[in-house]
């Protein structure tokens, strides 16, 4: 998919491989971060530092990320520099050399990174927030468990990226100065005889039975709460993320009212709703001193109940003006636009476009995110807790 | 793309880089105030005052403030550093002067006490949640003994113990004192409609009285230490570098910028290659900060504690071989390319350029387009970035670093 912009100078893209961290073998947590540092370390006819070189020399702004079901390739460039740029990445997805010899390398960079998390009170928080709201392997860590990456051999690497890195169910989006013919051909020519693998068969569910709260020195207690809520793709998404947004868009939202503005119970307060492609969960974080805490969980959590009386026109208007303005902005930058559509695709099989979602942002109404949660009110709670001591849980949960 | 620039009576100045093909305009009031112009009875009040600008006004409650901010749609924040505080806002055309009325109404602030009193509170929360997070504040640490008691080494947050004591009367005299007309300007970029943006600031802010404003700018007299912090709990180890860098009215600041792309960028410098594709390091970068008299080149390394000597010796060893045999050509032309593109890609976004204009104002009085900076980043030569690493040696430093280790023995 392409969006051209012809008024940008740049252009930018999001290469989605089917391989997520949901694919891990159970005693390999962390197999698809590894393969993705070393699908970077030498492809097709570059080394590892030719490859790296290349890119920069293109100016390319690149990033990778391993999410629950896809890496992510994406990049931005000068528009001039694209089709070099997806001549690389097609041989880092089709033509990794996954060295041997750089194995201990990308082994060290993901315990790097699990060590890292140790030191960030509030990731930490929500990666056990969300070990514990989606059964596994939906909740896993992308960064996964020290002793499946010290395990990885080089065999297992191979064998994911054999397994999932392929063209069904693989995605690229582009948006910003592009020639549309020009850039089908390109791709065509250089994607266009990767070979499909079936898929395998859908991951078994397991649920998760973890303790709320996990013991951790520090001056702060962080708190997540989450609540299932309903995929992108489900019909009634958009009133489920306006109700979120209620509670959590702008500093005149909900918990940052009642909580922050109100009682300056704490800095950082916040509720997301995160997607899958079949299910979601609403995710809530706060992080305040322990002396706040257990009157910051008992105001979050009211506030989450209090959804169910619904939502207020007034409250509605400011967030349709904050989401169309944020839909326009949205075309102001390829990187950001490029995401959208290659997500959209993946969640729809098509692509909504900013007009179109406009359209369905003015249609919603009051009564319309009432009706969605009276259905669905907020309920089945997940709670965890990251501090120096447990909280007392509300009885609802 | 055109600038525009005008001056109010009172000496309040707006600049704007108009854009029409732009979908939506970025807008922010820059105050010349920061940490660098408090006193210690003081520290922190430039960042607690940020935050009780959008407490309430004598036209507006708190909630009115942020449902207003809300019902524009706008995308909106404020920050403070150790010289400016910046409240800004990115909204559609439309907005424009809804906008203005807003941020130059909570440049106005009440100051009520019971509101300074709660959000005292907000504060002493977000300095604790700063303590808890990597570099658990030794950022303000290695500038202390960098640049000792000058005032660019002042803590834009304050300690527990300088805001516990704030009061209300100190926040209002330090507010008279700093957010005179002469003091602050309003810079727009994106779709701005420029006749009407000066027309809607002097109806809103032509009537606030001048009063001279001064900074004191003493020379920086830097001298290097070494600092072992301790800390138990820690999982990795952190080693944070400063050394002298051009300041924001040195012409070496675009060749500094040029040198720590080679040497400390993300991805495809030395230090990347020298510690963090091998996996010796979670994280090893260079960065540039500019300010009025004073700049920094900033070292961060976080790794484990057990390979945190032999990396810190790495690093040393990668900062002398540059400075004993300077950067490659080959590594120039790569270096500018990345830093061009960037410069590309971040101009897109309308709120990307008011922190550009913004920022060459506040520092220079000068505005630089796109095309400026691209083409000063062109003619940076190898010579230039050596006479960087000259005049600047990156061994000449200080580090802390803090983690689990309880002693470090480096050699170099």
């Known amino acids: 998919m392409a969006e051209p912009a012809p008024s940008a100078e740049s252009a930018a893209f999001t290469l989605l491989t089917p391989c997520g961290c949901s694919n ?86 993901c315990l790097q990174e699990i060590r890292g998390v140790e030191d960030e009170p509030a990731q930490k928080l929500m990666d056990e927030l969300r070990r514990r709201a989606y059964p596994d392997p939906w909740g896993r860590a992308s960064h996964g468990a020290e002793a499946g990456v010290m395990a990885a051999a080089i065999d297992d690497v191979r064998r994911m990226w054999t397994r999932f890195y392929r063209p069904n169910g693989a995605i690229l989006g ?29 991951a078994q569910e397991t649920p998760v039975d973890a303790s709320p709260h996990i013991d951790f020195e520090g001056n702060q207690c962080h708190i997540g709460i989450a609540f299932p ?48 492609l079949s299910r979601a969960r609403v995710l809530c974080y706060a992080g305040t001193t322990v002396e706040r805490a257990q009157e910051t969980l008992d105001v979050t959590f009211a506030e989450l109940l209090r959804l169910r009386q619904g939502v207020e026109q007034a409250e509605l208007e400011r967030l349709k003006a904050r989401i169309k303005s944020g839909l326009i902005m949205q075309q102001e930058s390829t990187s950001a636009r490029s995401g959208s559509i290659a997500r959209d695709w993946y969640h729809l099989g098509r692509v909504r476009s900013l007009d179109e979602l406009g359209a369905m942002v003015d249609a919603l109404t009051a ?31 | 793309m055109n600038f525009r620039s005008a001056t109010l009576d009172n000496g309040l100045e707006i600049v704007a880089e108009c854009n029409d093909t732009a979908h939506s305009l970025g807008l922010g ?47 909106y924040n404020a920050f403070t550093s150790e010289e400016n505080t910046v409240y800004y806002a990115s909204v559609l055309p439309e907005y424009q002067e809804a906008c203005i009325d807003l941020l130059a109404d909570i440049l106005r602030p009440s100051l009520r006490e019971e509101d300074f009193d709660l959000e005292k509170n907000v504060i002493l929360e977000e300095i604790q949640m700063y303590a808890d997070q990597p570099p658990f504040g030794m950022d303000d640490r290695v500038k202390e003994i960098h640049f000792q008691r000058h005032p660019i080494a002042r803590s834009v947050l304050g300690t527990v113990d300088s805001i516990g004591a704030l009061r209300v009367d100190q926040m209002r005299d330090y507010f008279a004192a700093r957010y005179s007309p002469r003091n602050v300007f309003v810079a727009a970029a994106g779709r701005v409609d420029f006749d009407a943006l000066v027309r809607q600031v002097n109806e809103r802010c032509g009537g606030w009285a001048p009063l001279d404003v001064g900074r004191e700018a003493p020379p920086a007299a830097s001298r290097t230490g070494f600092e072992l912090v301790a800390r138990e709990s820690s999982t990795q180890q952190y080693i944070l570098q400063l050394a002298d860098g051009p300041s924001s009215e040195d012409a070496d600041r675009y060749a500094a910028k040029v040198l720590c792309t080679i040497l400390g960028d993300d991805s495809g410098s030395r230090l990347y290659w020298t510690l963090v594709d091998p996996g010796l390091a979670e ?47 080959v590594e120039l032309r790569q270096a500018k390319s990345k830093v061009k593109a960037r410069v590309v890609l971040g101009s897109e976004r309308p709120r990307n350029r008011l922190f550009s204009v913004g920022g060459n104002w506040m520092q220079r009085r000068e505005y630089r387009s796109v095309a400026n900076d691209l083409a000063t980043l062109d003619a940076v030569t190898l010579d230039d970035v050596h006479a960087v690493l000259a005049r600047r040696p990156l061994t000449r430093c200080s580090t802390v670093t803090i983690g689990p280790l309880t002693q470090f023995n480096a050699q170099a």
């Open chain 1, 24 to 109: 891990d073998p159970p005693d390999r947590l962390g197999l698809a971060g590894m393969l993705c540092d070393l699908t970077l370390r030498g492809a097709g006819p570059r080394d590892s530092r030719a490859l790296i070189d290349d890119l920069e020399n293109l100016g390319v702004e690149r990033g990778e990320s391993v999410g629950i079901s896809q890496t992510s390739f994406s990049g931005a460039t000068l528009a001039d520099n694209l089709h070099d740029a997806l001549t690389i990445y097609a041989d880092i997805v089709q033509r990794p050399r996954l060295p041997s010899d750089q194995l201990e390398a990308a082994r060290l960079v």
């Open chain 1, 174 to 202: 582009i948006a910003g100065k592009v020639d549309w013919e020009s850039l089908v051909d390109h791709v065509e020519t250089h994607f266009g005889a990767w070979k499909t693998v079936e898929p395998p068969a859908s």
């Open chain 2, 29 to 75: 009031f820059f105050v010349r105030t920061g940490a660098r112009d408090e006193i210690d009875e003081i520290a922190g009040v430039s960042h607690f005052l940020e935050h009780m600008a959008f407490k309430g006004t004598r036209r507006r409650s708190a909630e009115d403030v942020n449902r207003d901010f809300d019902e524009i749609g706008a995308h």
């Open chain 1, 229 to 276: 809520s309903v995929p992108y793709r489900d019909e009634n998404y958009l009133q489920a993320w306006a109700a979120v947004g209620v509670l959590s868009g702008g500093m005149s939202s909900r918990l940052f009212t009642e909580v922050r503005e109100k009682r300056g119970l704490c800095y950082s307060i916040s509720a997301s709703l995160h997607t899958q």
């Open chain 1, 367 to 397: 009564q319309s995110i009432n009706q969605y949660l009276d259905e669905h009110p907020p309920a089945d709670f997940t709670f965890a807790t990251l501090g120096p001591q447990p909280l007392a849980l509300p009885a609802a949960a």
């Open chain 2, 283 to 329: 994280t090893a970068h260079l960065s540039h900060y500019e300010y009025q008299g004073v700049g920094m080149l900033f070292t961060w390394l976080a790794c484990a504690p057990g390979d945190a000597v032999a990396n810190y010796e790495k690093l040393m060893e990668v900062y002398r071989a540059a400075e004993a045999h300077g950067v490659t050509d």
